[in-house]
């Protein structure tokens, strides 16, 4: 399987910005791209899942804010997790 991402909770929070919530899975792989359904991303927070301490953190290889609505991710292959970002 390769990274996937959902959107799971979208929430216009003031004028046009918007909140998106969601979940990312790096099942084999080691990162990919967050399709957060927003046309520029702002700010992006990720976080882990899981029953262990992860080794390391994943982290976003983008300049914010960005001109499109897919975040490229780096993590540890198997890690997944959630994403809270926030644009319009």
């Known amino acids: 399987m390769a990274f ?3 959107v799971t909770l979208d929430i216009q929070v003031a ?3 918007r909140m998106v919530i969601g979940t990312w899975n790096a099942d084999s792989v080691t990162g990919g ?4 359904g927003l046309s520029e ?3 992006i927070v990720l976080g882990h899942t899981g029953s262990s301490v992860e080794a390391a953190v994943a982290v976003v290889n983008e300049t914010l804010p960005l001109a499109s609505g897919d975040v490229t991710i780096v ?3 198997g890690d997944t997790g959630t994403f809270i970002a926030v644009g319009n």
């Open 4 to 6: 996937s991402s959902t």
């Open 15 to 17: 004028g046009n910005r």
């Open 33 to 36: 791209d967050i399709s957060t």
């Open 41 to 43: 991303v702002e700010s």
């Open 75 to 77: 993590t540890t292959s």
